[in-house]
């Protein structure tokens, strides 16, 4: 079992920046490849970013990709999203999952999720 919980959400200005966390308990953090997604009101879970094991290699969603960074801390059994740039369109609620071993874009193929934290951009 993988205890996932996100912080950081809040309302912004459109431009501004935010810091997303997600600590991690239980089992080993570096087993878990991670994934950022968000899901705004009426809509379907979407992707945002994914970070692998080691935290060489991420991939991001097209709409965020060269404003969002995803990075990982394995020392500290944390994942962040760092926001910037941000839209109106960007809110939704975030929420981090974890996957054993892999990365993926899907959502149904992560095993843990945290709550969700809340990301409020207004224009």
């Known amino acids: 079992q993988v205890q996932l919980v996100e912080s950081g959400g809040g309302l912004v200005q459109a431009g501004g920046s935010l810091r997303l966390s997600c600590a991690a308990s239980g089992r080993t953090f570096s087993m878990y490849a991670m994934g950022w997604f968000r899901q705004a009101p009426g809509k379907e879970r979407a992707f945002v970013a994914t970070i692998d094991r080691s935290g060489g290699s991420t991939s991001y969603a097209d709409s965020v990709l060269g404003r969002f960074t995803i990075s990982r801390d394995n020392a500290e059994n944390t994942v962040y999203l760092q926001m910037s740039s941000l839209k109106p369109e960007d809110t939704a609620v975030y929420y981090c999952?974890?996957?054993?071993?892999?990365?993926?874009?899907?959502?149904?193929?992560?095993?843990?999720w945290g709550q969700g934290t809340q990301v409020t951009v207004s224009s």
């Open positions: 999952a974890a996957r054993s071993f892999r990365v993926s874009r899907r959502p149904d193929e992560y095993e843990y």
